[in-house]
């Protein structure tokens, strides 16, 4: 890990912390998770927020002014919005993705829960979804919270990750190891 990237973690984990803490404190942290969810929504929906919070030609003001009217206007709790006012005052909103991934990883871990990152080619119906959780929750013992993305590239199958555990059931993977085979043996 870089030097550069080691500093952002450690920052993102302060304030992390720091928000987990206070959501904890104020019994709040059903809240948190919900802004967590939206302001991670917010993220990936707009280049314009992505570019606020990466762009330092924006001033301290600009930013505060920003982030906190968009917090305002998404209703996010008092915790969240003091946390990104004194996340852009300070300087910091280039760390609010890994602050985000902290949080969720210690509300889970403070619920018991285990995120499972699951990428398929087509999207999960609510009862693949439902059967997949059991599955993960009978094969890891806790509950599990479904992170789904889509990429058609892998034809079918699916590929899911739980911590460092990682299965690969598409069809691109089984083709590559195929296609491998055909080599060793050609």
């Known amino acids: 890990m870089s030097e550069t990237a080691s500093i952002s973690s450690s920052i993102a984990a302060r304030y992390a912390q ?3 803490d206070l959501g904890l404190e104020e019994g709040k942290i059903d809240t948190l998770e919900a802004d967590i969810d939206a302001l991670a929504a917010a993220l990936d929906a707009s280049d314009d927020l992505r570019g606020m919070i990466n762009d330092p030609i924006y001033s301290r003001a600009e930013q505060t002014a920003a982030i906190t009217a968009l917090a305002e206007r998404m209703g996010l709790s008092d915790v969240s919005r003091n946390g990104l006012g004194l996340m852009a005052s300070n300087r910091r909103l280039f760390v ?3 602050v985000l ?5 210690m509300i889970a871990d403070h619920k018991g829960e285990v995120t499972a990152d ?3 080619a087509s999207v999960l119906s609510p009862d693949q979804s439902a059967a997949l959780t059991e ?5 890891f013992g806790k509950e599990i919270k479904l992170n789904t993305t889509v990429d058609e590239s892998l034809i079918g199958g699916l590929i899911v990750k739980v911590g460092s555990k990682m299965v690969d059931t598409s069809v691109r993977a089984k083709l590559a190891a195929l ?3 055909m080599k060793e043996v050609g």
């Open 18 to 20: 720091a928000l987990f």
């Open 101 to 105: 991934q902290a949080l969720r990883e």
């Open 118 to 120: 699951v990428t398929s």
């Open 96 to 98: 609010l993705p890994q």
């Open 135 to 139: 599955t993960l929750k009978a094969r």
């Open 179 to 181: 296609q491998n085979a």
